[in-house]
């Protein structure tokens, strides 16, 4: 018998607290496929603990943010601040934009939605950008979009923020997975346009634990986001690390190669085993199948966690596994798991 849908189960992947109590800890212990972060883990350099002795200091900050500015290709005229992770400054966002409702183009990342809804705003959600309202203020896009990996041309999105801004509107665009296709990115036109970009560190470098993230773009509201941060937004190692990591160009490019390898092996293996794909990016692959929650649980099962939507029963996330082991572990679990699904 299938365990009934929970819509009660954690709204983020990445914690398996939940699989842990629900399931126990399997033999091998948990292959976590639920999140959309790369299993390859940027070599870090070693941070000496007497750095944590004094605050986080100005000029470590300094580089930082310029080590951010030439990755993402931001113009140096545009205001480019850090932040503890991308999920604070998107949560700090509704208090400092214009005022009206939120216009965001969905299904996507939760928090979105979460964020606008507890400052009181009303929230539509519409399924893309033809559908936007003629009087919409506020505009959030996720590019590309969490979890279906659908994408939006740079030069679309210009010309959205143009037309907003005409009138006092401002596009907003979550860049979370743009380092994988920098031509994406809004963020080098931002000397032109008016909007908000918002870029997380952690899931390209693997470091999500590190909680750093980056805004940039509109000056007053980036600046009030600044303000709310305070002197110290993140910490000596977030400074450190991340700098590293945003300067090493050669490591981006292999990771971008390792990861499209591993996303190419990860779709074949789905197709093997006729899990049918909806979409996807190298990162993460959504799937759609009306028996999506029994998968997810004959997996968990067997220890492997795969993200699940309280609010589509029929979706189901897959992120990339590590190594040939992991690939090895869930090729097995899946030849069991479809048995009985067409």
Do not use: C
């Not at 986080?56 to 850090?82: K, M």
């Not at 991308?86 to 214009?98: D, G, K």
């Not at 990771?255 to 591993?262: E, F, P, V």
């Not at 869930?330 to 067409?342: I, S």
């Amino acid at each position: 018998m299938s365990i009934p849908f929970d819509a009660h189960r954690p709204s983020h992947g990445g914690d398996l607290t939940y699989a842990a109590a629900r399931y126990g800890t399997p033999p091998g212990g948990w292959l976590d496929l639920s999140t959309g972060i790369n299993p390859a883990v940027y070599p870090a350099p070693v941070v000496d603990a007497a750095n944590f002795a004094a605050l986080p200091g100005r000029s470590a900050h300094n580089a930082l943010i310029e080590a951010a500015r030439t990755a993402y290709d931001i113009p140096e005229s545009v205001p480019l601040i850090a932040t503890p992770g991308t999920e604070i400054a998107l949560r700090l966002l509704p208090l400092v934009a214009p005022a009206g409702s939120a216009v965001i183009v969905g299904p996507t990342y939760e928090s979105h939605r979460h964020s606008w809804s507890a400052t009181d705003r009303s929230v539509v959600e519409i399924a893309t950008l033809a559908d936007i309202p003629d009087n919409a203020a506020i505009v959030v896009v996720a590019n590309p979009n969490n979890p279906d990996g659908r994408s939006v041309a740079r030069a679309e999105l210009a010309d959205l923020a143009g037309g907003l801004s005409r009138k006092s509107g401002i596009l907003i665009v979550d860049e979370a997975f743009a380092d994988l296709d920098p031509d994406l990115s809004l963020a080098p036109l931002l000397d032109t346009v008016q909007a908000i970009v918002l870029r997380s560190f952690g899931k390209f470098y693997g470091l999500a634990g590190l909680r750093l993230g980056f805004l940039a773009g509109h000056a007053p509201i980036v600046g009030r986001v600044g303000d709310l941060l305070g002197a110290w937004p993140v910490s000596s190692a977030a400074l450190t690390i991340g700098r590293a990591a945003l300067a090493d160009r050669n490591w981006q490019q292999e990771a971008r190669l390792a990861i499209a390898g591993k996303a190419h092996r990860l779709r074949e293996l789905l197709d093997q085993h006729g899990v049918p794909i909806a979409g996807s990016t190298d990162l993460f692959f959504l799937v759609q199948h009306r028996d999506a929650f029994d998968i997810h649980t004959r997996l968990a099962e067997v220890g492997i966690w795969t993200r699940h939507f309280a609010y589509r029963r029929d979706w189901l996330r897959f992120g990339l596994p590590a190594d040939e082991a992991a690939f090895a572990r869930l090729d097995g679990a899946l030849a069991t798991a479809m048995r009985g699904f067409k």
